[in-house]
C-alpha cells in the first residue's frame, strides 16, 4: 500500500515513514525538501499518485495566528482536492488535545480551523489528536521566562513522547477512516507548573518556576483541563521520566 506522508522530514513525519516502511508499505516522504508543498500544491498531484492513504503531519513555519491559519487552510483545501482527484481513500491528520477548548490561543484555533476543513471534505478521514510532547516542555519553558523566572498556571499536564505519537499516527492510518477524533496522551498526568519545575530543578536549570493561575498557556487564559484528554484516550507507553531528568517533585 502507498502511503504519502505530508511533513515526512519533521520531527514526528520521519518517524511515521520508518514505522510504517518497516511494515512493508510503500511511504513516500513529502515535504517542501522533497519537493511536494502542500501549501502551494507544488508536486502534489505526482507524490499522490497511486497512494491509498495521507498522512499530514505538517505544521505551520509561524505561530503567529493569522499566518498558521492560512498555512493550515490553504494545505488542508490543497490536499483535499489532489486527494480526490488521486482517489485517496483515507486521509490521517494530527491535531491537538483541547484545540477547540482553547479560544485565546491562536494556534488552536488554526489547527481548529484545519480540523473543519477535513470534516468538511469528501475525503474519508481520521483526526489524531495528542497532547503535548516531551520533545516541547523546553520550548514551553522558554516562552513562559522573563528573566530567571518561569510563570506557568497549574493546569492539567499530560504530556506524552514523540514516538507514542508516531506510534498512534501510523497504527490509525492503517486502520479504516473512523470519520473521527482518535485522542492520545501520556501515561502519566501532572500539573504544567510541577512538571516544569521538576524538569527543571533536574537538569539544574538556575530558572524558578512561579505558579501563576493568570500565566495560562503560551501567554493565554485556559481552562483547567484544556490541554488534557476529557474521555476515553489511548495511552503511550513512555514515561517521562525515562526521557527527561526530574527532580521527583512532579511525579
Not at 509561524?62 to 483545501?77: H, I, L, M, N, V
Not at 496522551?185 to 518556576?209: H, K, N, T, W, Y
Request: without cysteine.
Amino acid at each position: 500500500m502507498k502511503i504519502v506522508v505530508i511533513g515526512g522530514s519533521g520531527l514526528i513525519g520521519s518517524k511515521v515513514v520508518n514505522l510504517l516502511g518497516a511494515q512493508g508499505h510503500e511511504v513516500l516522504a513529502a515535504s517542501p525538501k522533497s519537493g511536494v508543498n502542500a501549501v502551494t500544491g507544488e508536486g502534489l498531484a505526482e507524490a499522490l499518485d497511486g497512494a491509498s492513504v495521507v498522512v499530514d503531519v505538517s505544521n505551520s513555519p509561524s505561530f503567529d495566528p493569522g499566518a498558521a491559519k492560512q498555512f493550515f487552510e490553504t494545505s488542508a483545501g490543497n490536499l483535499a482536492a489532489a486527494e480526490g482527484a488521486a482517489g485517496v481513500g483515507h486521509h490521517v491528520a494530527l491535531s491537538v488535545v483541547g484545540a477547540d477548548r482553547m479560544p485565546n490561543v491562536g494556534y488552536m484555533q488554526a489547527k481548529v480551523a484545519q480540523e473543519a476543513m477535513i470534516t468538511a471534505s469528501p475525503i474519508p478521514y481520521s483526526i489524531v489528536r495528542a497532547t503535548q510532547f516531551f520533545e516541547f516542555l523546553d520550548a514551553i519553558a522558554a516562552t513562559s521566562t522573563d528573566g530567571d523566572t518561569v510563570r506557568l498556571g497549574p493546569v492539567l499536564f499530560q504530556p506524552i513522547a514523540a514516538d507514542d505519537v508516531a506510534a498512534t499516527v501510523a497504527d490509525v492510518a492503517l486502520g479504516a477512516p473512523v470519520g473521527g477524533i482518535v485522542e492520545v496522551a501520556g501515561p502519566d498526568r501532572f500539573r504544567l507548573d510541577e512538571v516544569i519545575r521538576s524538569v527543571l530543578r533536574g537538569e539544574q536549570d538556575p530558572r524558578q518556576v512561579v505558579t501563576d493561575p493568570a500565566a495560562g498557556y503560551y501567554g493565554a487564559a485556559v481552562a483547567e483541563d484544556a490541554l488534557v484528554p476529557l474521555g476515553a484516550a489511548r495511552t503511550g507507553q513512555i514515561r517521562l521520566a525515562d526521557r527527561r531528568t526530574l527532580d521527583g517533585a512532579g511525579q
